[in-house]
């Protein structure tokens, strides 16, 4: 049984206090918030204890789950490393990347285990596409095709304070090429433009995106991204190999068609991106925990977080210069 | 070059006119009709002599299709034999069981070819189907299910004078079943009713009907007819056997999606059943004429239309009477 | 919050006990089974006290589901009714529909809730068809598909006890079709044979069949069951109506494509029926617990149950007799 | 009835013979060819005669087709026009715009149709695209997504005389996207390389190409090309638009599925381009007669061709400078 306390009681943060309250090897003691009511709320609703920040990092658990607002990550990550504690943590560790690497040293002097919630990699039809692309019947692969198109934009409060759309919404997929391909991008070019809302633009930041990378193996990607659709929230992605091509498709929210006059009409996809990823918090906490356990598991770690940030940053500067952007990897 | 008599030059007649025009290794000669007129405008259509009837069966010509109405087949089967045409003979050969099984000993005796126009065998997908069946992959066929809708009522004239939902209808499900199975029925059940227009129960037929079959392997089929739907035409044949499952599907008369909403909306079914059948006529064309030029080819032959017809007899005796009816084939 | 007992800790029992866990508005409170240590093995897994069957109907709860094997089920109803407590029972209440109809009279003195676990009701695409259909848009139902095909064969003790495949397996879509059509059959006809397996056929059972259905309405309808596919859980359910067809599909379990020479290969259907059917079973915990707040809702209720039960002994004759049965209803 | 010569009696030219030949309102008259041997083969097929090259600008005929190699397209475009005649000719005009541009302008001041031969536009799933664009339920278009994969490399020969991807295989869906959005773009970027073949890169050429282009209006747009896939031929159309998204799909080449074990094994794509293209070639060529019989037509004019060629220059340039390159239009 791993105890656990739970940094954060807002919208992700319950959406982890009832994965953790479910988790039958895990027992969620603590819950802490700055805002005290919100802690106590969501605790007594799991028969857990609401306590401070500070005591989450001096009291007797196994494992701290960083739920709280970006700009607090790294400091907590840094406490929980000293304090010995397994760490799992929201993207990203910090918008800016040389702080969230100071964070990941704290955590690889103490040797304790970090895992990041690039919880894509999750996804039951991704990972599949993972074990197709390791059994190399799909050849060297060459392209790469991903779409990532949220329904609905954030408000302008939450896009500011983002990091732009590279480092908060491409990033997920930064990190799910690197690990579909076992391999890292050399070059990023990006095009992009403020077309669902101006002030989108007037915010510096664009709300549609295409990105094409050069990896080291010499594959080609391309990764659209937009802010909102019309129908859904919309995920896609395909490996495209020398000997065959696999596709983690669009996915239907049910299973129902009508057919009338001369249309076939389906259902669509999920109404929002937590409809469709919503399985996967549970599948990489109950990752994390197996991994806790003593189990051989494989998880976005630091490092992941480290690279996915690094071409992020890349891509947000091919947006700005409107130029390839050139990336190297010791 | 195989020299052909088209008779009939109403809808179907024109069609297959068509088609024997664009064969390569095909000469359409001659075009009769009783009405001379039509004959006269679809031979000048496609550079044909318009003759009499009688005219072609002593005409110099390797075959004869005989596309017109039902009650003259039989008639002019025989009269193609005894003539020693090669001849290809939209079903049915009659309505009436025992005067088609007249003409086919005619034909017998004359040591003719005759094709039956079960151009369903010669859909791609469905053909398809049969290549799977005969591969053996499926393992012994235990459950068959076919589907049969109509866009559109047919006319109460053409009704009236169809023989009945069986006999129109059905039947080229019952050949498709027989051929696909390589299999005869042992036992059927119908239950039918007008639910889409009452002047057909007054006429005694059905237009929505379900038959139950017992195959002699002991496979269990449905098929269910209707003959009108909203949403254009819907054809479908599954088969199920011990170690898999093989699918002909419905299918889209294109390939276009929009996404909208929570809803998908495809292109339906093919507006009618030409759109959906038409390239099975040419198809069934090139098999009969690949025939007269010597190559060993698989179609639907006299034994093939009788058989078919005598389960039809037997379905329409179960629609009437409520009660499932044997069949003995010897 | 509603406290509960679950009698019962086999392999259904355990499944409901996670989801009475689970659940935000139930106190999981006791767990009860002929076999002691059974029963306290899960009740140490959720909390919750090991009980003897007879404290069920008297301690301090508000309801009691039922999960233990189908010859106690009528008489804890009984129980359960008299005293007072609200019940959740697995199908059948009984083989025999008498003893079924004594049960239900119980409950209907006492005045307590019965939910029956049809639970295919709550299968999301199962329940937007029902929507499609309350709407109207698809006109007058007409015809109505139903396939039902389990992945493996249960074991020859499960088929013995089992009352037959009408009364273990197609009573699940008997259910669905009266509730999905809001209509009753009165007429119902079944050809079935023991295909897979020799010894079910020496047990006076079958393990294919082809049911159809003369509903009160006129509408015509088949429902084809087979106990082993070669292919995993195949539950599909097509209604077609005067102006419109609508269909609650197969299901992939995930959404993966390979495009390898002329072939897609794509994820099949789930490999057995709980995996397709397991969410149903807390969507339905969770209506009878919403009603038991004082929630109007819809459930599978004594009439459904017994209402299905004589569907299934129809059935079940008509496969005896070979012929057409007849179903009156007052 | 369109009288018409055809020059180019290879595999294209046979092609368009035999859809000139089956045009009810063409009259194929004449066939030239260098190759005098092969146009008599080709003209014997179909009944008609073989001329010379020079013959065919100085024949009583109304349009001249032109189907033989590329680097003679421009000097017969000429010929034509001097005579008059109406133009169908296969693309390029010339792999050089400029002499490409000369070309357009003796066909303007003749003022004789031309039409050049982007046939997918004909293509039935995209024209029900463009139908769809047009209604504007899409809203603004904001992003488009267009793939292009050719299932085997053509030979050395062919890519050498090509004009490289772009000018030869990327160029058609240039067309397609500036007819599909009724735009242009103004910015083009191509990240490409020879990753199935190393010969091609030492020709100077790639096989696979990601070209990103930003719209006028703004929009987006994205084109993968690949030489050869390992699994037919695969093409599809992705409008995204404020409103909606609209897709012209991957198409199988059958509509059959077999379900086993844990997959469904469909039918995969079209062998090849032409299997799937097919089709697009008579709806072309009946689009362009039906424009000489005097009707309102929509098709791939000068313009077109001109506008597709500079856009593939650009293109061109951006693969090899390894930037964006600017586009600007009068």
Chains 1, 2, 3, 4 share one sequence.
């Not at 007797?60 to 907590?76: K, W």
């Not at 692969?141 to 990532?148: A, D």
Request: proline share 3%; hydrophobic share 40%.
């Amino acid at each position: 049984m791993q105890r656990f306390a739970l940094i954060g009681a807002g919208f992700i943060g319950s959406l982890h206090a009832r994965n953790l309250f479910r988790h039958s090897n895990v027992s969620l003691d603590f819950i802490a918030d700055i805002d005290v009511e919100k802690a106590q709320a969501l605790a007594a609703e799991h028969g857990a204890l609401a306590i401070s920040i500070d005591e989450v990092f001096t009291t007797e658990i196994d494992a701290v789950l960083i739920a709280s607002s970006t700009p607090t990550h790294a400091d907590y990550v840094e406490r929980a490393a000293h304090a010995g504690k397994a760490i799992y943590c929201e993207k990203p560790i910090d918008l800016d990347t040389r702080r969230a690497e100071q964070a990941v040293t704290a955590v690889r002097e103490a040797g304790v285990p970090l895992m990041i919630g690039f919880n894509r990699r999750f996804d039951e039809s991704h990972a599949a596409l993972k074990e197709v692309a390791m059994t190399g019947e799909l050849g060297k692969i060459e392209l790469v095709q991903m779409t990532c198109r949220s329904q609905e934009t954030p408000p302008m409060a939450y896009i500011k304070a983002s990091g732009g759309q590279m480092r908060d919404q491409a990033i997920h997929f930064f990190d799910l090429l690197c690990w579909l391909t076992d391999d890292v991008p050399v070059e990023v070019h990006v095009t992009g433009a403020a077309l669902s809302d101006p002030s989108i633009g007037e915010a510096g930041d664009v709300d549609t995106s295409i990105a094409t990378l050069r990896m080291a193996s010499g594959a080609l990607v391309q990764i659209d991204c937009t802010r909102r659709t019309g129908y859904g929230y919309d995920e896609r992605v395909e490996l495209f190999g020398a000997e065959g091509m696999a596709e983690s498709q669009r996915q239907p929210h049910r299973h129902l068609s009508i057919y009338k006059g001369s249309e076939q009409i389906s259902d669509g996809l999920h109404a929002d991106w937590l409809k469709r990823i919503e399985p996967t918090f549970y599948a990489a906490l109950d990752t994390f925990v197996r991994g806790l356990d003593g189990e051989q598991v494989d998880y976005p770690n630091a490092g992941a977080a480290l690279r996915a940030q690094r071409i992020a940053d890349a891509a947000t500067k091919s947006l700005q210069t409107r130029m390839p952007v050139t990336l190297t990897w010791d």
